[in-house]
């Protein structure tokens, strides 16, 4: 079970768009990401490499959690809202829900649910 703090280390990271230190600091060799009901993503540094991946398209993220952060024993449940600025010009915000299962202070399990139709960039 997470402690508070470390919750809130994952957190602030994260809102500092620091994706890949935050799968580096906070996930299991082994863990699991999954969006969705696509198949998951196994490993953290498949994790990173999706992180870098996704990144390396955007000009600017914007990642906000919106609270309360929800803890049962080792279940968190986050709710994200993302805004990719894409080289492109475009557009895309996103608001999930992050389903995680933590082994002490890591996240072992993890699963993102949203709408699939907010991944569609838009043209401001």
């Known amino acids: 079970m997470p402690t508070l703090e470390t919750l809130e280390r994952f957190i ?6 620091a994706h890949i230190e935050a799968c580096e600091e906070f ?14 993503r196994v490993g953290r540094d498949a994790h990173i490499n999706n992180e870098r ?5 955007a000009k600017s993220v914007t990642s906000t959690c919106v609270r309360p952060v ?15 600025d894409w080289l492109d010009g475009s557009t895309t915000q996103m608001e999930e829900l992050a389903y995680q299962r933590w ?6 399990q993890e699963t993102f649910f949203y709408d ?3 991944r569609v960039p838009k043209n401001l």
Request: aromatic share 14%; no cysteine.
């Open 12 to 17: 602030a990271l994260v809102e500092r768009n």
């Open 27 to 40: 996930y299991t060799i082994d863990s699991t990401m999954q969006e969705n009901q696509s198949p998951p």
């Open 53 to 57: 991946m996704v990144f390396s398209r």
């Open 70 to 84: 929800f803890v049962h024993g080792d279940w968190v449940v986050i709710r994200w809202v993302f805004r990719f």
């Open 103 to 108: 082994e002490g202070e890591r996240i072992a």
């Open 116 to 118: 699939p139709a907010q």
